[in-house]
């Protein structure tokens, strides 16, 4: 394991939980794919369920994964998109999906 590579893990345990996945669920997805809110809150809000949680828990993340979001894109580590173009973090609205950012 090289030094930034360790660096890389360490920047991401420091990270909130919800960013945490929404990484991961960005690195699993193929180069150039992106991944829409409701998915990353979906998928986060599995690893959270209880057995009597209904099956509108997702909605309970849809709000953490914005903010996680725009916090990740602020950093330069995901591009939000709009439209299928990169949209400014600090001002969008509508329908937005997410992708890594792209070297």
């Known amino acids: 394991m090289t030094a930034e590579s360790q660096d890389d893990g360490a920047a991401r345990d420091a ?3 919800v ?3 929404i990484l991961a669920q960005l690195e699993a997805l193929p180069a150039g794919e992106s991944l829409s809110p409701e998915d990353a809150a ?3 809000a599995e690893t959270k369920r209880k057995p009597k949680d209904g099956r509108d828990l997702f909605k309970r993340y849809r709000q953490a994964v914005k903010q996680q979001a725009i916090h ?3 950093d330069g580590r995901i591009d939000i998109l709009r ?3 990169p ?3 600090n001002d969008f609205k509508g329908l937005w999906r997410m992708r890594l950012k792209r070297d």
Do not use: V
């Open 83 to 85: 439209k299928g173009e």
């Open 15 to 17: 990270l909130d939980p």
């Open 19 to 21: 960013a945490r996945s």
């Open 72 to 74: 990740l894109a602020r």
């Open 87 to 89: 949209a400014d973090p």
């Open 42 to 44: 979906r998928a986060y």
